[in-house]
């Protein structure tokens, strides 16, 4: 059944590796042939697009001294199930999503209510670089240089009332160009959501770019959350809405399969997803199909910051 897929396996997971290389090679000589935008080909040494304006931001000490991943990785294995559900598709479909006008709303337990402007958000507070590992619930992960500040900024200009103890982010809706949502996957929109405290952690970050870049569409254009410690999924993408709640949101993937994706979603190797490890991981453009995964850490290695907002919890039952 499509519902029980997990946020991203699918057959392009299960691909041997030489299979999805000669995939790639068929992406690199379609745009050749102008198949599909020569910009988008995936480009695994390029280190940036060739037009997308840049998006500078100052380093960060949050960021990891791990290798980061290529340009053309992170723009061409995307999971964006509005753009449809393999890894390749939303490199070729996103592009045509218009990214601007764009705003965010604000609406529920706030003072502040109302759309911002994304012009206005993105002057907000200064840009940042902070290089993060994803780690995918499909056991996969890349590291990401990305682009942006806080989300605790943003939510502190708009000041939740003392009820906020949530907050739920809405995505974008384009049937024009995202022809996933013609597949019940998904309840689209997209919706995700985290405890204010989560939301308002430093390492939760509302991004813009990555390799110094504004953010390519497939990774969520204009603007999305990053929350570093939790399965990628957490981290919606081209987010329109933000919404201060009392009580704990109904997220997507928990309404499509509540025993396969809690509300949590914690990076937690010592908690299986019921049809698999996540023990370990394989780290996209390094680790090929037979060299042995890498071992997953607990809270995707931010423990140190993020786990007192966890005292006393059980996380095998708070998934
Ligand atoms: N709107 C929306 N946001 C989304 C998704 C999605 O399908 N739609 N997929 C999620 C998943 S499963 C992952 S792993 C990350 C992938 O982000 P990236 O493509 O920038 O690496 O985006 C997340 N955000
Ligand atoms: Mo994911």
Redesign the pocket.
């Known amino acids: 059944m499509l519902i029980r897929r997990?946020?991203?396996t699918l057959p392009s997971e299960i691909t041997p590796r030489s299979a999805y290389l000669r995939r790639r090679e068929f992406c690199k000589q379609a745009a050749a042939l102008g198949l599909i935008a020569p910009l988008l080909a995936p480009s695994g040494a390029g280190a940036q697009s060739l037009t997308a304006p840049k998006l500078p931001g100052k380093s960060s000490p949050f960021s990891t001294k791990e290798k980061h991943s290529s340009y053309g990785d992170?723009?061409s294995?995307?999971?964006?199930?509005?753009?449809g559900t393999d890894k390749q598709e939303?490199a070729i479909y996103a592009p045509k999503m218009r990214t601007r006008p764009w705003s965010i709303a604000v609406e529920g337990e706030v003072k502040r209510k109302g759309p911002i402007d994304l012009e206005e958000l993105l002057k907000l507070a200064p840009m940042e670089e902070r290089i993060y590992r994803?780690?995918?619930?499909?056991a996969w992960s890349?590291v990401?240089p990305w682009i942006g500040y806080p989300l605790a900024e943003l939510v502190r200009r708009v000041e939740p009332s003392s009820r906020a103890k949530y907050v739920a982010f809405t995505?974008?809706l384009d049937p024009a160009t995202m022809i996933?949502l013609r597949q019940p996957v998904?309840n689209w929109?997209?919706v995700?959501g985290l405890r204010l405290d989560e939301a308002m952690h430093p390492l939760t970050l509302l991004a813009f770019g990555?390799y110094g870049e504004v953010?390519p569409n497939?990774?969520?254009a204009p603007v999305?959350?990053i929350v570093p410690w939790k399965?990628?999924?957490?981290?919606?993408?081209?987010?329109v809405k933000l919404t201060f709640m009392e009580t704990e949101p109904r997220t997507?993937?928990n309404v499509a399969a509540p025993h396969e994706y809690g509300f949590y979603s914690n990076v937690n190797p010592g908690v299986d997803h019921p049809r698999w490890s996540q023990s370990s991981e394989r780290r996209i453009g390094e680790d090929g199909f037979f060299t042995p995964k890498r071992k997953t850490l607990v809270f995707n290695g931010y423990a140190e910051q993020v786990a007192s907002l966890y005292a006393g919890m059980d996380l095998k039952k708070l998934f």
């Open positions: 997990p946020p991203g992170i723009t294995y995307n999971n964006f199930y509005e753009f939303p994803l780690r995918c619930v499909e890349m990401v995505t974008h996933g998904l929109p997209y995700e990555l953010l497939q990774n969520g999305r959350i399965y990628g999924f957490k981290s919606a993408k081209s987010i997507a993937w």
